[in-house]
């Protein structure tokens, strides 16, 4: 079986962010199938042109490259004409793959989604859409999208696109229910979550080289991971180390980045804060070590309400790494860490309550481990990718041969 993949953000090993695709497509290959991903040739985080081969194998996986304009950071109307030009580019580079068996298109943005209804018409295949975030609520929720007309032009495309998947794969409980409220067949709806290779991280690693270098030896860690933009409300993690500047044992770790990395940037200076280091990005494989060094790991998100419905990739790294979890992260994602007594939950936003459950976990180390101790068990036991590549293996495989049938 061929399985061709659309997705301008697909990342592997050796890339920093998420990599539930490279995970998945490597079980794939793996199991003798064939896989071929279309991607951008834009880096995500920092909006630069990728340099390397166009069309190369990454562990036995095609990944082609096609184009996309970069300007995605500089407004939300650029970003929309990047997405725009990855759709039509990506529907061109998809058609010259050899023959395939099913299209999967993942979203956000809905914009590729779009590329692999066209390429699965066009060559008569069956289309599973994945949706990793809801598209355009989130931009809705946001502020970002606002015009009435274009507001109304998404929800049309995201109607249309999703009723015509032969298949729709969720990756959060929530998402599922918001897709039968609007009238989609539950045999029409997958839900496979994120997740993490448990095998990836050892909660003995103690970070050191990663301590060793921003010299922080000695110090009480807290560490965040992941794109640093507009929905991850870092600016409330930097207010939260403000609270805590009299603790000189004390350091926040911000290991990643994103559009809003200037202005986070700008926010410690202004604020003369000294226990606050930005690392810039980081590759999956260097993961291990840099939540070895943490003593706490901590996740942000605004507080708006799409945002209780998601599954945030992050979560289960930290769990997997064995850590204790200060989480401003409301819903779906707080039940997960409240059922496996894996962390302590902050009301979003509250940059007062993450400083006090930041202090409150240095003050009982004891508890703090048995927090990540039970945190690594339960991820490992309900949410470990390897069980979830094959889960999704057996989807796919069901679809191409339904369709052959």
């Not at 039970?374 to 069980?387: A, E, H, K, L, S």
Request: one cysteine or more.
């Amino acid at each position: 079986m061929h399985i061709l993949l659309i997705h301008q953000v697909f990342l592997t090993a050796e890339q920093a962010g998420g990599t539930r695709h490279y995970e998945f497509a490597r079980h794939c290959v793996e199991n003798g199938h064939q896989v071929t991903v279309v991607t951008s040739d834009v880096d995500y985080l920092t909006a630069k042109q990728i340099e390397g081969p166009r069309d190369e194998c990454i562990d036995a996986i095609r990944v082609r490259r096609a184009h996309m304009i970069s300007r995605i950071h500089r407004s939300f109307v650029w970003r929309i004409i990047a997405f725009l030009s990855f759709m039509l580019s990506s529907v061109a580079v998809a058609l010259k793959a050899d023959e395939i068996d099913i299209v999967m298109g993942t979203s956000p943005p809905l914009f590729q989604v779009a590329s692999a209804w066209v390429v699965a018409r066009i060559r008569r295949k069956p289309l599973l859409v994945e949706i990793r975030d809801l598209w355009p609520d989130f931009a809705i929720d946001m502020g970002v999208l606002k015009n009435p007309v274009l507001i109304w032009l998404a929800r049309r495309l995201e109607r249309f696109l999703y009723g015509r998947a032969d298949h729709i794969l969720v990756n959060s409980p929530a998402y599922r229910d918001y897709l039968l409220e609007r009238g989609l067949p539950a045999e029409r709806i997958s839900f496979i979550p994120n997740g993490v290779d448990p095998a990836m991280f050892d909660p003995a690693d103690n970070g050191r080289a990663i301590r060793e270098e921003f010299g922080i030896e000695g110090k009480f860690v807290a560490v965040y991971t992941g794109a640093i933009g507009p929905a991850n409300d870092i600016p409330t993690l930097v207010r939260a180390a403000e609270h805590l500047q009299g603790d000189d044992d004390i350091r926040l770790l911000i290991v990643g980045d994103g559009k809003a990395r200037p202005e986070v940037e700008r926010l410690i200076a202004a604020k003369g804060l000294t226990n606050v280091i930005l690392t810039g990005p980081r590759p999956k494989s260097q993961m291990q070590q840099v939540l070895g060094a943490a003593d706490v790991c901590v996740a942000t998100l605004l507080p708006i309400p799409m945002f209780a419905m998601t599954y945030p990739n992050k979560i289960f790294d930290y769990l997997a790494a064995g850590r204790p979890i200060v989480l401003g992260i409301d819903g779906v994602v707080r039940e997960v860490v409240e059922d496996a007594n894996a962390g302590v939950f902050a009301r979003p936003g509250d940059d007062a309550a993450i400083a006090e459950a930041i202090a409150g976990l240095k003050a009982d180390p004891r508890a703090a481990n048995e927090m990540g101790l039970r945190g690594r068990q339960y991820v490992t036991r309900y949410f470990n990718r390897r069980q979830h590549a094959a889960e999704f293996l057996t989807l796919v495989v069901l679809l191409a041969e339904r369709a052959d049938g």
